[in-house]
């Protein structure tokens, strides 16, 4: 078991039967049912909003997909546009027997664990029951405030959080990411941005459809900002940039072109139409949705060699303690 204490007094947490309780505040948390619950969290409006997305149908099947262990999935990793949070992640995490945070975790990533021993920390309990299962300690909490010593991990990981986490909290769960790193430390993060490439600039021209389907519908992106501002925040809150690789310019996964503008963007456009169109057609079959991505793959790479970083709509960022 990890080492716990107080993110306010900073004191080792007292254990007391399924409690682990700081002596000097108030600062506590329970065990319950395999996961370590902050009783403040459940008063959290961003906690409540987030228990809807993962007890939907699509946010069970997207957690199902993530950790199904097959031969097909193994090869789609290597070749597919659809598994790029994958190869980065195992990618760049050196190593069998370090110790590494998973902030915003959801249900869980299975590959982790080869890499060491994993905690996962997130605002909502019902992933975490999944959570549990693949990693060592699972912990129901905000990420602003973390439980844990400064210099303790090796690695800190992220996929798909900072897009959800407004502008005014950036700052400061960088900053506690930064303090339980170890000196040295790297932390690695799949962000979720704004972007100039064409189809943000299409989609940006009607900003209440905007809203709709590029915030709302994915669940609450309202913390986008541009990939250059992202690398200069990590900057500016001390991090040395190892690399900033952007995902998702010009070129999507076939699928998300129907999903971002299958709805009121096809009556201005008939780019997107078209586009829509196609999308759909070349999703509508599993098989044929596969290869399509697999060949897109080497396209897209050549791509991003030569188009800026703005153009993503997504960053994949490594940092490391100095």
Known sequence: MIELVCPKCKNKLQTRENWYECSTCSFGLQSKNGVLVYDSVSA?????FYDKIYESEHGLQWFQGLNRDSLAKRILEKISLSYRRERFFKKNIKGKNNLILDLACGAGRDYF???????????SYSPLQQAKRRYDTVIQSGCDALPFADNTFDYVVSSDFFGHVRADDKDKIIKEILRVLKPGGITLNVIETDSDNVWFKIAHKKPELFQKYFIEKVGGHIGLEMPSVCVKRWQNSGFMIISSEKI???????????????????????LVRLVVIKSKILSRYKVIKVVINILLNPINYLVELFTPLNHGNGLMLICQKK
């Open 248 to 270: 998702w310019g010009l070129i999507w996964p076939i699928e998300y072109y129907r999903d971002f503008f299958d709805n009121e963007y096809n009556d201005g456009s008939i």
């Open 44 to 48: 959290s409006v961003d906690q409540n």
């Open 113 to 123: 664990k080869q890499f060491g021993t994993v905690i996962g920390i997130d605002l």
